[in-house]
């Protein structure tokens, strides 16, 4: 890596999986790399953009705005970034607005058109809070809720070829997460729903009046299409206050942990670059 135009610099070598490079500038870009033991490289660019321009900065830079992954990258991250009173910072995850995907990614599950079936209530979900991303079933009708919402029925769906059912009912009080974990882990996944006829089949299966997760979400997407499902959000985030938060920041003040933004508000941001 070439010599920064700034006034000062320290270099620090460490083990093979950790390098850190500490630039503090007067006035001009300055910006912190350094290799986790996963196989992420992050750049801290202490320069404000918008969302999109960091997002293009980075994709043309380095491979993508930040992707986290887990609790220990955050704690990495946090470590290593020394943010000289900066509060925020974008990373890679953001909001689609309009997209509702099934859980199950198997292409051939699905019909030509049976992805975009929906059996919504009358006005159809408003993502209310911003938190709305996730959907239940009440009496066959679906509605979105907080995916931190526990129900006490799940059902999955199990496409194996020694599967005595192709749909399980789980009697455990979970969050979607939880569930979306369980079904993976002991079945196929959560249950997809492509028709009217399956969503009587459904329905007719589970007791009156249960509220039951199935496996439709609404999309909250890595910038760099990861499917990771990790997240760190701050109590009471994301509220996507005034209707118009549809980017995530990391606050480097409060232990790594995001907020939800305004994607036009110019924050310095967090880039990767792969292996």
């Known amino acids: 890596m070439g010599r920064l135009p700034v006034s000062r610099y320290t270099e620090v070598e460490c083990c093979v999986e950790t390098l850190l490079l500490l630039v503090r500038a007067s006035g001009q870009l300055g910006f912190i790399t350094f290799a986790l033991s996963v ?15 960091a997002q293009r900065y980075c994709r043309e830079k380095y491979t993508d705005l930040a992707t986290i992954e887990n609790e220990q990258q955050t704690v ?14 974008w990373i890679g995850l953001y909001d689609d607005l309009n997209s509702w995907k099934w859980t199950l990614e198997d292409s ?5 058109g049976e992805e975009n079936f929906r059996n919504w209530y ?31 029925l ?12 192709s749909y399980v009912f789980v009697y455990q009080y979970q969050t979607w997460t939880e569930a979306q974990s369980y079904c993976r882990a002991h079945h196929t996944d959560l249950v997809s729903i492509r028709n009217e006829t399956e ?63 305004n994607c036009n508000t110019a924050l310095p941001f967090i880039c990767y670059s792969g292996e």
């Open 39 to 53: 196989p992420h490289q992050y750049v801290f660019v202490n320069e404000s953009m918008t969302w999109a321009e």
């Open 76 to 89: 990495q991250l946090m470590d290593k970034v020394n943010h000289d009173s900066i509060d925020l910072a």
């Open 108 to 112: 051939d599950f699905f019909k030509v």
């Open 122 to 152: 009358d006005q159809g979900p408003d993502n209310s809070g911003g938190e709305s991303l996730c959907v239940y079933m009440n009496n066959g009708i679906w509605y979105a809720a907080s995916c931190f919402h526990s129900f006490c």
């Open 154 to 165: 799940v059902v999955c769906y199990d496409g194996r070829q020694n599967a005595s059912a």
């Open 199 to 261: 969503n009587y089949r459904v329905q007719s299966l589970i007791p009156y009046s249960s509220v039951v997760w199935i496996g439709l979400h609404r999309t909250r997407s890595w910038s760099d299409q990861s499917n990771s499902s990790f997240s760190n959000w701050r109590e009471g985030q994301p509220d996507n206050a005034g209707n118009s938060e549809y980017c995530t920041a990391v606050s480097l003040s409060e232990s790594g942990n995001w907020t939800d933004e």
